[in-house]
């Protein structure tokens, strides 16, 4: 992915160069084939003091940033010159290098938008394409181990649902046992009180029926 930025890059600073004689962009130009970006990216800085609308100065200054890893200020660099400039190839290849930017930032999405509008200024470029056909390859995968996962918590929603539904079911046929059992001991209970009852009446009977004998025997026997 750095390679077309790479490209455009010299070839921006070659005609910088030769348009240009300016000591600073000159400085700026060798710090880069060096791979000193930041010290680059100081030297196209002090350029751009003297020429603050001058796109080429600040598509140098933006790929410096690139190329130090500090993306943040490469895409406020790079949208100057889109304000700067009516070159349909240079907005084209700002375009993709702001792409560059926003996926080495973790944004795909905004990646793929800014290679879509590169392309659209520029159908012919191989690189734009493949970058665009990647982030739509990686998006759909995505997509689908979202859908997949968003899949599988359903599942296992409706599992925990089922496993609380079987869960009160055995809840409700333990209490219902229970109830069931209560109901029977109670019954139980009720039963032998019912015979003890029974039984305790009987004795009361019987010991009804004796007292008359028992009172007859102490009238005929003997007063002590």
């Known amino acids: 992915m750095n390679k077309k930025i790479i490209l455009a890059f010299l070839a921006a600073i070659s005609v910088c160069s030769f348009l240009y004689a300016d000591e600073n962009m000159s400085k700026g130009s060798r710090l880069y ?5 930041k010290g680059a990216a100081e030297s196209f800085l002090k350029a751009l003091a003297k020429k603050p609308d001058d796109p080429v100065v600040n598509y140098n200054l933006a790929s410096s940033y ?24 240079l907005k084209s290849a700002v375009l993709y290098n702001m792409g560059n930017c926003a996926y080495r930032q973790g944004d795909k999405k905004l990646a793929l938008n800014y290679y879509k509008a590169s392309l659209k200024l520029n159908s012919s470029d191989i690189q734009t394409k493949h970058n665009i ?11 689908k181990k979202n859908d997949d996962k968003n899949n599988k918590n359903e599942k296992d929603k409706d599992k925990q649902q089922q496993n609380g539904k079987d869960k009160e ?52 026997g003997k007063t002590w």
Request: hydrophobic content about 20%; glycine content about 4%.
């Open 33 to 37: 084939e060096k791979n000193d970006f």
């Open 66 to 89: 690139y190329k130090s890893g500090d993306f943040a200020d490469a895409l406020s660099s790079y949208e100057n010159v889109l304000n700067k400039t009516n070159d349909i190839n």
């Open 133 to 143: 056909e990647f982030l739509q390859s990686d998006k759909n995968k995505n997509d």
């Open 169 to 220: 079911e055995r809840e409700q046929q333990k209490q219902s046992v229970q109830n069931e059992q209560d109901k029977q001991k109670e019954n139980q209970q009720a039963g032998n009180r019912y015979l003890l009852d029974y039984f305790d009446q009987q004795d009361k009977r019987n010991q009804n029926r004796q007292k008359p004998a028992a009172v007859s025997q102490k009238r005929g």
